[in-house]
């Protein structure tokens, strides 16, 4: 189960995200994701002391890599978030999470089973181009076709090359490309 069962919490994480910041005023948006920080950070303290949280734990082990922090994806997530609402407002963070959680899950997945062209480090050809078009499709539903494409296309490229935590480049950066050409978002 492992990559596949963290994945799809990736995507339902990022779009379950998007959904409530979105049904929330300002100010409880971001009440919303300083308590998501919050919470994620003092269970990933549990975790790294050795503590059992009652089906937490469990879920954990699904869902994570051996080896890695724990959840320090979704602490990255709410990190981006938080600065993306403090700086460009609910409907670009909406955006941001929802390009993030279905661009990364969609390019691991299908780059695992079908990436053949190395871009950088583990990221294939591939499974960029399945993440950015899947991405694409998804937003098309939440701003213009073309500002959809272009976001998309340039999260692709953060995602493939960004050396760092693409959970919080991918969403600063679909922050500052809807910014630079200009969509309002409207939702």
């Not at 082990?61 to 993306?84: H, M, N, Q, W």
């Not at 999470?97 to 062209?117: C, E, K, N, P």
């Not at 539903?141 to 976001?151: E, H, R, S």
Request: glycine share 12%.
């Amino acid at each position: 189960m492992g990559e596949t069962f963290r994945q799809t919490v990736h995507l339902v994480m990022g779009v379950l995200g998007a959904a409530v910041i979105l049904r929330l005023d300002d100010r409880w948006a971001f009440i919303f994701a300083s308590a998501l920080l919050v919470a994620q950070f003092l269970l990933c303290d549990a975790f790294t002391r050795g503590y059992d949280v009652p089906v937490l734990s469990r879920v954990m082990d699904e869902s994570e890599r051996t080896g890695k922090v724990p959840l320090k994806g979704g602490i990255a997530y709410a990190a981006g978030a938080l600065f993306c609402l403090a700086v460009f407002g609910r409907d670009y963070t909406a955006v941001g999470l929802v390009t993030v959680g279905v661009l990364d899950s969609v390019a691991t997945l299908v780059g695992l089973r079908f990436g053949r062209h190395t871009l950088v480090g583990k990221k294939s050809l591939e499974g960029t181009v399945a993440g950015a078009a899947a991405a694409a499709l998804a937003l098309a539903f939440l701003i213009p076709w073309w500002a959809a494409a272009v976001v998309a296309g340039v999260a692709g490229v953060i995602e493939a090359c960004f050396p760092l935590d693409d959970n919080v480049a991918i969403q600063v950066g679909v922050c500052v490309t809807l910014a630079a050409v200009g969509v309002g978002v409207g939702l």
